[in-house]
């Protein structure tokens, strides 16, 4: 728990720098799923509503925050693969946790939890161009 509340916070400070960097880029950082990171949803529509009302672009970075061991975070290549939480053609995320995932694919991506997946553990990222 504690090794949690640490990444955590090194994590926000990173997301916080990043939102203060005079660059060029109006890339935004997220930790997804909010303060909790990417945990067991308390309610089942909790990661849609996460997203609702956040405009994701080119360039945003996600950080996926948990403990090694509890989860597994993996794109699936389609909506039905995501409702269905078919994992068979899916690409590794993050297995560790605290990884910085920088998304340029002007597309939806679809993320699911390897093993909590059914369990309501899943976000759809829709990165827009601008
Ligand atoms: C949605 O998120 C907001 C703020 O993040 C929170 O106050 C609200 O309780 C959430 N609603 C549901 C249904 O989870
Ligand atoms: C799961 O996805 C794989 C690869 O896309 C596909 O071949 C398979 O038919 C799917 N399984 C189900 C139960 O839909």
Redesign the pocket.
Known sequence: MASLRLTFAVVTAIVVACMHLPTTLAATGYVVG?ANGWSMPQ?P??YE??TKGKRFIKGDAFFWVFKEGQHFVVEVPSKEAYDACNTTASTEVDGTGGLIEYLVDVKTHYYVCKYHCSKGMKVIIDIKAS
């Open positions: 909010g309610k529509n909790h509503n996460w």
